[in-house]
């Protein structure tokens, strides 16, 4: 499964959200917009 992250302030993190995404085997992209990383166009499907 991949899920995409967009964290929008620094030093947030993801909490127990990523440890069971982490647990998952979840494959995250995550993105910082705060820091310039662009937002996907599109859902990806």
Known sequence: MRVLVVQN?????????GAALAE???DLD????????PLPDDHGA
């Open 24 to 26: 998952a085997g979840a």
């Open 30 to 37: 995550v993105r910082l917009p705060y820091k310039g990383d």
């Open 9 to 17: 302030y620094d030093n947030t993190g993801l909490g127990q959200v």
